[in-house]
């Protein structure tokens, strides 16, 4: 990804992620009565489109930049250096597709260093949580299972249809959780193995079959990897957060729908997170009964569960999403275009886009260069002539922009760039279009071309 593409993805993420996550909060709200099935698919989406929203605008704004056919200047390679490349300070020309703005080229590169730094640590803590996953497998073992324990994993199997899963036991663990994407392993303090209350076994193993049953292992890896580009932005998290608590109240409602009564499965939780207490358990790859922190709420939602007739549900189902839609919509629709300025000692310039239009002359501003001689708008008007006619099939052919042409420029040669066009050179037997840049320096003047495909210095 180059710096002007991270650029746009890292500003339309800083607006686009908070709309997204109100519209979200707000379709939350409006289906609060109903279950945590339809909710937890919402934050799920809405994490989805966090990241998609972003990676879009990127992509629109390179099709915009794509369609804007440039004028490609027909030349010999002899004649390049040749070229009546004026000096120019140009203004952006605006196709009325998308706003475009500079950004200062020091204040881009310390956004896109920050981006770096906040990702990278975000994937360090990634991977601390996952090799810590993997040890806690290591020291976990198997014993044997009494009677009763077994006669509980074989209800808890038959209720939602799930294969017989792994049962391991740990000293290092004060809570339930599971692991396991295709294979799933149940993870369970010592304590339990001794446990006689077939209640407390019910609630405990029923809802980490619940978590098999739906997957949830992979969908909460899914969703670490998807937040890891996002996770500087504090939305980000918070809908991340929202999916750990709307996955964890759908399998509470999946327990008590199947297993137990709402005030024994409440008794459950209670116990088990008063055990869970002393030890905690550090970040790791995992889904388990205590994930969400939120106990006080899971209570509330089992002991008081809302009724909702069918009908109105599914009222405020199809409002929610047509809300949901309309801001999608909107969002999707503007993108912001920025383009890094690039720096000089004596005034910032800006790149020239030549449309399909027609070819449109930026005005010069540069103070004191007001006219030109009648021998530079002669030898002007011969280059324009020379262009050729079929221009739309030798621009499908640029795969690079204009601003990156000069950016390859200036990293190779320092200075002043004065202009930077489109030119088709003949070689051989076929075109080869290149990005004629005039750099200026110690008022010497270099000419570079720059291959308009593959962004090869001629």
């Known amino acids: 990804m180059t710096s002007n593409a991270l650029l746009t993805f890292l500003l339309n993420a800083v607006w686009q992620i908070p709309l997204i996550g109100l519209a979200a909060y707000i379709c939350d709200y409006l289906l609060k009565r109903t279950n945590a099935r339809i909710r937890h698919t919402l934050w799920f989406v809405t994490l989805i489109l966090c990241f998609t929203l972003p990676i879009f605008s990127v992509l629109k704004s390179s099709n915009i930049v794509s369609n804007e056919t440039p004028i490609i200047e027909k030349t010999n390679f002899e004649k390049v250096d040749n070229l009546n490349l004026q000096p120019t300070v140009s203004q952006v020309v605006q196709t ?12 881009s590169n310390f956004l896109i260093a920050c981006y770096i730094l906040f990702s990278l640590y975000s994937l360090i803590k990634f991977l601390i949580a996952f090799r810590r996953t993997q040890t806690l497998v290591k020291t976990a073992f198997t014993i044997e299972l009494a009677k009763d324990f077994l006669s509980v994993v074989e209800s808890c199997k038959e209720y939602f249809e799930t294969k017989t899963p792994q049962i391991l036991f740990s000293k290092s663990i004060s809570s339930p959780f599971t692991i396991g994407a295709f294979k799933p392993l149940i993870f369970l303090p ?9 209640n407390l076994l019910f609630s405990v193993i029923g809802h980490e079959l619940a978590h098999i049953k739906k997957r949830d292992y992979l969908l909460n890896l899914m969703c670490e990897f998807i937040c890891l580009p996002i996770s500087f932005h504090p939305v980000a ?8 608590e709307a996955r964890e109240l759908r399998c509470d409602e999946m327990v008590i729908d199947k297993l137990v009564t709402p005030n024994v499965y409440a008794q459950s939780l209670v116990h088990l997170a008063s055990s869970a207490i002393d030890l905690g358990r550090k970040a790791t790859m995992t889904v388990g009964v205590n994930d969400a922190d939120i106990l006080e709420n ?16 599914n009222l405020l189902l199809i409002s929610a999403s047509a809300l949901f839609i309309a801001v999608f919509i909107v969002i999707a629709t503007f993108t912001l275009r920025p383009a890094i300025a690039q720096q000089s000692s004596q005034q910032n310039y800006k790149t020239v886009i030549d449309t399909k239009k027609g070819y449109k002359t930026a005005l010069d501003t540069k103070e004191g260069y007001n006219t030109t001689s009648d021998e530079q708008a002669a030898k002007r008007k011969a280059e324009l002539d020379m262009m050729n006619y079929n221009q739309s099939d030798l ?7 204009m601003a990156q042409a000069i950016d390859i420029a200036t990293k190779q040669e320092s200075g002043l760039v004065m202009e930077c066009r489109l030119v088709s050179v003949k070689e051989g037997q076929s075109d080869i279009i290149y990005y004629a840049v005039r750099i200026s320096k110690d008022k010497d003047n270099k000419k570079l071309l720059i291959n308009a495909i593959d962004g090869k210095i001629k």
Request: hydrophobic share 35%.
């Open 237 to 244: 998290t918070l809908v991340k957060r929202r999916i750990k």
């Open 395 to 401: 621009s499908e052919k640029v795969k690079i922009t």
């Open 298 to 313: 899971r209570i509330m939602k089992i002991l008081k569960r809302p009724k909702i007739t069918a009908s109105r549900r």
């Open 96 to 107: 009325g597709k998308s706003p475009a703005f500079l950004v200062n080229e020091n204040l």
């Open 190 to 198: 010592i304590e339990l193995a001794e446990e006689k209350d077939q």
